[in-house]
């Protein structure tokens, strides 16, 4: 019988031979691998396991990852563009997590039957949106702080927190 | 004969009967404790005139305005009787059991009604329908736009006393309509227009500092989609005209914070074949304390290129009105491929000043001669240029309303309030102003396409993709009810299907003949 616990070990019960403890916090590379496969609110929970966890969830590569692995056809050159304006986490975050649940949920009430939005596959143009809305929240960053970035979304994406008025 | 065999019907109800019916009770002893302070009440009526006293708090504290209105009539009510006191009170506050459902009507409703002359208006609010609280909302309504377009008919004809205590009439009106939403608050700020115009007709428009111009246009950019849409389109056409191009110049006709620029720089950074080396030449008004607010956007935008790798060149041209830039400002190389971008700027010069004439047609010449590759125009799709007062009137209170429904979705109130504050300068000038000071000049695309057309340019169909674009970014508004539509290749977006700004785009007509 395996059992995880808290603390991310994995121990075998009822083990009749001495076998070495597999603990994921000696396996990144294996926690990576799994946190690749994590949708965005499982990763957001992931980075509040414990500090190391932490680090990990928040690495850029893993939240590119996320916004993108799902896109046909995969956009190139967008990188060093995202990591200019902020970041996949803050692209996540305050772009893409928004429109798609926005749109997913147009998508569904219009009857394609899709309800889990992880697998849907964006269009170019949806993908081009985000972006283009990124861009406008780092200006008003820009703006606001005077020629310094702050944190907080800038106040013309405010509307894509709110939820939808259906 | 007891207290509630009054007019009171809501609320109530379900314990008025009891004073008579009970048994039991000695229903006939006066509380002596409230006696000694002067009131009388019967012992068995206490716990529901604490009831509806609390109840006659809880309206007071939410609606003042209604009690100020009540401050003013010289109607007494004894108060030592407390039990008819609190009732004659919460009849006077019209409270019904059930709030009032102000979005069952839209305003155009209460407009349109008023304008068939259909509805017999009763100034006369029936205090025995009170569990109606909304047929009370809705006469109000339907009357305070009546008189409206009376008092718009007096100015119109020059009948300036009758408008003044016209006036006077609408203010009292509003009082017993809701102020914050539907009716109530377009007619407000339509009332407070034609107020600054009969009374005040020198000072009548707001006075606009560059800086707060800004920042309410900001306000209004987050608050409602109108300016989104104008830059996402912009953005797609210019986009597609400069595809292929390596040197480009884009002029701006009213720069603000540049709002409109991040999504281009973005999108010719991510281009297949790499960015092309992008001016950009902002025209806005000239800053008041020596501060160059035109460099320090440029600035920024700079900042913004350099961040995601676009060769970027900025220039600002401080001009205070459009037919005050000569081309030779604007240092339009040969070589380079050239967007001009006009979002709500042209209507403001077609103004005429009896000497020079409309500065409308030159400007439009020196466009052409700047021979560009795509001219993008976006303008309020209105008819508030009409020659006759109270044709303008008509169509602002329509278009306005309309404007005021789709803002009433957005819930952050300081934005909303400062958008409101934007609309309401576009109002304030649309009605009173004359002559060159009237700058919102509003004209719908039929006239602009024959205005272009004359003046040397062809139409360019937005593609699809402006289209999908346009729709995407409405379905993320939390909104519902505003809608894009295609009008022969330009772009309208609109709130339930009435259109209320247009994007075209335009492009020089090429010269057939080689002289004139």
Same mark, same amino acid.
């Given at each position: 019988?395996?059992?995880?616990?808290?603390?991310?070990? /994995? $121990?075998?019960?009822?083990?009749?031979?001495?076998?070495?403890?597999? $603990?994921?916090?000696?396996?990144?590379?294996?926690?990576?691998?799994?946190?690749?496969?994590?949708?965005?609110?499982?990763?957001?929970?992931?980075?509040?396991?414990?500090?190391?966890? $932490?680090?990990?969830?928040?690495?850029?590569?893993?939240?590119?990852?996320?916004?993108?692995?799902?896109?046909?056809?995969?956009?190139?050159?967008?990188?060093?563009?995202?990591?200019?304006?902020?970041?996949?986490?803050?692209?996540?975050?305050?772009? /893409?997590?928004?429109?798609?649940?926005?749109?997913?949920?147009?998508?569904?009430?219009?009857?394609?039957?899709?309800?889990?939005?992880?697998?849907?596959?964006?269009?170019?143009?949806?993908?081009?949106?985000?972006?283009?809305?990124? $861009? /406008?929240?780092?200006?008003?960053?820009?703006?606001?702080?005077?020629?310094?970035?702050?944190?907080?979304?800038?106040?013309?994406?405010?509307?894509?927190?709110?939820?939808?008025?259906? | 004969?007891?207290?509630?065999?009054?007019?009171?019907?809501?609320?109530?109800?379900?314990?008025?009967?009891?004073?008579?019916?009970?048994?039991?009770?000695?229903?006939?002893?006066?509380?002596?404790?409230?006696?000694?302070?002067?009131?009388?009440?019967?012992?068995?009526?206490?716990?529901?005139?604490?009831?509806?006293?609390?109840?006659?708090?809880?309206?007071?504290?939410?609606?003042?305005?209604?009690?100020?209105?009540?401050?003013?009539?010289?109607?007494?009510?004894?108060?030592?009787?407390?039990?008819?006191?609190?009732?004659?009170?919460?009849?006077?506050?019209?409270?019904?059991?059930?709030?009032?459902?102000?979005?069952?009507?839209?305003?155009?409703?209460?407009?349109?009604?008023?304008?068939?002359?259909?509805?017999?208006?009763?100034?006369?609010?029936?205090?025995?329908?009170?569990?109606?609280?909304?047929?009370?909302?809705?006469?109000?309504?339907?009357?305070?736009?009546?008189?409206?377009?009376?008092?718009?008919?007096?100015?119109?004809?020059?009948?300036?006393?009758?408008?003044?205590?016209?006036?006077?009439?609408?203010?009292?009106?509003?009082?017993?309509?809701?102020?914050?939403?539907?009716?109530? #608050?377009?007619?407000?700020?339509?009332?407070?227009?034609?107020?600054?115009?009969?009374?005040?007709?020198?000072?009548?428009?707001?006075?606009?500092?560059?800086?707060?111009?800004?920042?309410?246009?900001?306000?209004?950019?987050?608050?409602?989609?109108?300016?989104?849409?104008?830059?996402?389109?912009?953005?797609?056409?210019?986009?597609?005209?400069?595809?292929?191009?390596?040197?480009?110049?884009?002029?701006?006709?009213?720069?603000?914070?540049?709002?409109?620029?991040?999504?281009?720089?973005?999108?010719?950074?991510?281009?297949?074949?790499?960015?092309?080396?992008?001016?950009?030449?902002?025209?806005?008004?000239?800053?008041?304390?020596?501060?160059?607010?035109?460099?320090?956007?440029?600035?920024?935008?700079?900042?913004?290129?350099?961040?995601?790798?676009?060769?970027?060149?900025?220039?600002?041209?401080?001009?205070?009105?459009?037919?005050?830039? #000569?081309?030779?400002?604007?240092?339009?190389?040969?070589?380079?491929?050239?967007?001009?971008?006009?979002?709500?700027?042209?209507?403001?010069?077609?103004?005429?000043?009896?000497?020079?004439?409309?500065?409308?047609?030159?400007?439009?010449?020196?466009?052409?001669?700047?021979?560009?590759?795509?001219?993008?125009?976006?303008?309020?799709?209105?008819?508030?240029?009409?020659?006759?007062?109270?044709?303008?009137?008509?169509?602002?209170?329509?278009?306005?309303?309309?404007?005021?429904?789709?803002?009433?979705?957005?819930?952050?109130?300081?934005? #909303?309030?400062?958008?409101?504050?934007?609309?309401?300068?576009?109002?304030?000038?649309?009605?009173?102003?004359?002559?060159?000071?009237?700058?919102?000049?509003?004209?719908?695309?039929? #006239?602009?396409?024959?205005?272009?057309?004359?003046?040397?340019?062809?139409?360019?169909?937005?593609?699809?993709?402006?289209?999908?674009?346009?729709?995407?970014?409405?379905?993320?508004?939390?909104?519902?009810?505003?809608?894009?539509?295609?009008?022969?290749?330009?772009?309208?977006?609109?709130?339930?299907?009435?259109?209320?700004?247009?994007?075209?785009?335009?492009?020089?007509?090429?010269?057939?003949?080689?002289?004139?």
């Amino acid at each position: 019988m395996v059992n995880l616990l808290q603390n991310g070990d /994995v $121990c075998m019960e009822e083990l009749k031979e001495e076998t070495p403890m597999f $603990c994921i916090n000696d396996n990144e590379d294996v926690l990576v691998e799994i946190l690749r496969r994590l949708d965005g609110r499982s990763l957001g929970s992931a980075a509040c396991v414990c500090k190391m966890w $932490c680090g990990i969830a928040r690495n850029d590569a893993l939240w590119e990852h996320l916004c993108f692995r799902h896109v046909s056809p995969p956009p190139s050159g967008v990188r060093p563009v995202v990591m200019a304006l902020g970041g996949y986490r803050r692209l996540y975050m305050v772009c /893409v997590r928004p429109v798609l649940s926005r749109l997913g949920r147009m998508r569904v009430r219009v009857g394609g039957g899709e309800s889990d939005l992880v697998s849907r596959v964006w269009t170019r143009q949806e993908v081009e949106l985000s972006l283009s809305l990124f $861009c /406008v929240d780092y200006y008003e960053r820009l703006l606001g702080g005077g020629g310094k970035l702050g944190d907080a979304p800038a106040s013309s994406l405010i509307f894509l927190c709110k939820t939808v008025n259906v | 004969m007891g207290p509630y065999d009054s007019s009171v019907s809501a609320g109530s109800s379900s314990s008025s009967g009891s004073s008579s019916s009970c048994s039991g009770k000695p229903a006939d002893t006066i509380d002596g404790l409230l006696a000694g302070a002067g009131y009388r009440v019967r012992s068995s009526e206490l716990r529901q005139v604490a009831q509806r006293l609390a109840r006659l708090e809880t309206v007071m504290v939410n609606a003042p305005t209604e009690v100020s209105h009540l401050a003013n009539d010289a109607v007494h009510y004894n108060p030592s009787d407390l039990a008819s006191w609190v009732d004659s009170l919460l009849s006077e506050l019209h409270q019904p059991e059930i709030a009032p459902d102000p979005s069952t009507f839209s305003d155009l409703n209460y407009i349109a009604h008023t304008q068939a002359g259909h509805v017999l208006v009763n100034p006369m609010v029936s205090h025995r329908e009170l569990s109606a609280g909304t047929e009370i909302e809705e006469d109000s309504g339907i009357r305070l736009v009546h008189v409206l377009m009376t008092c718009a008919e007096s100015v119109h004809r020059g009948e300036l006393s009758l408008a003044a205590s016209l006036i006077e009439e609408l203010q009292g009106l509003l009082t017993s309509v809701d102020g914050e939403r539907g009716i109530g #608050k377009v007619a407000g700020y339509f009332i407070d227009a034609l107020s600054r115009r009969v009374f005040a007709p020198q000072g009548a428009s707001l006075a606009d500092s560059a800086f707060e111009n800004a920042v309410l246009y900001h306000h209004f950019y987050e608050a409602c989609p109108y300016l989104k849409f104008a830059h996402f389109t912009a953005n797609q056409a210019i986009l597609e005209a400069f595809s292929g191009h390596d040197c480009v110049h884009v002029i701006d006709f009213n720069l603000m914070h540049g709002l409109q620029w991040p999504a281009l720089i973005q999108a010719l950074a991510l281009r297949p074949g790499g960015p092309p080396l992008l001016r950009l030449t902002g025209i806005g008004p000239p800053s008041p304390d020596g501060h160059d607010s035109l460099r320090e956007i440029g600035l920024r935008l700079a900042e913004l290129a350099r961040s995601v790798n676009v060769r970027f060149a900025f220039r600002g041209v401080a001009a205070s009105r459009l037919d005050d830039v #000569k081309p030779w400002m604007l240092q339009v190389n040969p070589k380079e491929v050239v967007a001009v971008n006009s979002i709500m700027q042209l209507h403001k010069l077609l103004g005429s000043d009896p000497s020079r004439g409309s500065p409308i047609d030159p400007v439009l010449g020196w466009i052409r001669n700047l021979n560009p590759k795509i001219v993008m125009v976006v303008e309020q799709e209105a008819n508030h240029n009409q020659p006759e007062f109270l044709d303008r009137f008509t169509e602002a209170l329509h278009y306005y309303s309309t404007m005021f429904d789709s803002l009433e979705a957005y819930s952050a109130q300081l934005e #909303k309030s400062l958008a409101e504050i934007y609309i309401q300068r576009e109002i304030c000038n649309v009605v009173c102003c004359e002559g060159l000071a009237r700058v919102e000049r509003h004209e719908p695309l039929v #006239k602009w396409r024959d205005r272009l057309g004359g003046a040397g340019f062809t139409s360019l169909h937005l593609g699809s993709n402006a289209f999908k674009q346009a729709s995407m970014l409405l379905a993320l508004f939390s909104a519902e009810g505003y809608c894009v539509e295609e009008n022969e290749g330009c772009l309208t977006l609109g709130w339930h299907s009435r259109p209320l700004i247009a994007a075209s785009a335009w492009q020089a007509m090429p010269n057939i003949h080689s002289h004139e």
